[in-house]
């Protein structure tokens, strides 16, 4: 079985490293992934996925239909992302897609365009090989995750979902792991705290004591990635002058949004100590609009998670890969940078998916300048992507050699 795999993957690699290099050089910024979304779901239709089309939120969707109801795996991988940064020297344009030493650079080739051809060629790899499926392939490529607040994948599970009938059992997310298998990350959560008073300068000292206050914090704790900021607003015709100061927060995978907000909102009436000024404190939340026009209601935050490395996922995950000749190394993403996620978070934490991340990008170069993809490990990603799901959805095969398919 997995000699065919690969033997069948020799057919698909300038497929996908063609792709991989169209999806790069294509931009897709968070909230402007259009072109991108019709590339993919052209080329999903090119690649014989069962069904194909884009739900009401703009994410693409490809289904490759088993046997059976259930199991079902669900790979999802992002179309957006970040905006270059202009202030770090490329050394080529970030939407150029040049290829340079076997490694293909862009923005987004880690983070996560070739995670997401990958994903969608590992469907294809299955598809060629004839490998009899029980449960159900279905591939997800996402809006609006750039965030980090998983916008299009909430909308996926929440309505998509329902309307395909094929509820995920497994996930595996094409996020970047360097072809490790990652099961978690911490999360965050951007706090705003709203102070209102009818004395001006009681607001201003309440603000001044609790800004020292989340700076000694920070010194104390050796944190580095809280920021925080404030601003100021008179409301003449009621006399009252307002402030808002945003706050930060990294939380590990035990800690609850709830509880964090809790103990703010406690410490800021202590530090603040004027009964007079009012204090709210809420997770930061907005409208965005998605490229197609719809607009969803988003809060600024990101649950931490993590499932156990002996979850039956993530054992016959290895077991399977080990099996066609791939050892994997488990881990964590560290998200160094602050706002980063991935949809771990929302899968395993707010739907009860088992979810893994396997990619073939490096989690450092993510918004990266000179961001790249080796080809080599673009190319392993698909065969060990359809690995993965050949050993949790499909029915065993014994005995077949590619000249007998």
Known sequence: MYTLLRNKLDGLKRGVRDFTQDLISTSSTTFHEQDVAAKIERKLIELGYDRVFRDDFGNVVGILLGREAAPTMLLTSHMDTVEADRNQTWESDPLAANVRDRKIYGLGAADCKGGLAAQMYAGALLKRSLLPLQGNLVFAATVAEGNGCSTGIRQFMRKTVSDIGLSPTYAVLGEPTNLGLYYGHDGWVQIELKLNGSNPFHVNDAVSALMDS?????????????????????????????????????????????????????????????????????????????????????????????????????????QSLAAAGKRVHPGRWELGRFGMGTAGSLLSKEFNVPTVGFGPGAEELAHACNEYVEIDKLEEAVYGTAVIAQGLIGIPVYGWTSDEI
């Open 214 to 318: 989340f700076q000694e914090e920070d010194a104390e704790t050796g944190a580095t990635s809280e920021t925080h900021s404030s601003r100021f607003q008179d409301i003449t015709e009621r006399g009252q002058r307002s402030a808002t100061i945003t706050l930060n927060r990294r939380m590990n995978n035990t800690d609850e949004v709830e509880d964090v907000l809790h103990q703010i909102r406690r410490d800021a009436r202590l530090v603040a100590r004027d009964p007079d000024t009012s204090i709210q404190v809420q997770v930061r939340q907005g409208t965005e609009k998605m490229y197609n026009g719809r607009t969803e209601l988003v809060r600024h935050s990101s649950s931490g998670w993590s499932i156990d490395p002996y979850d039956p996922l993530v054992v016959r995950a290895q």
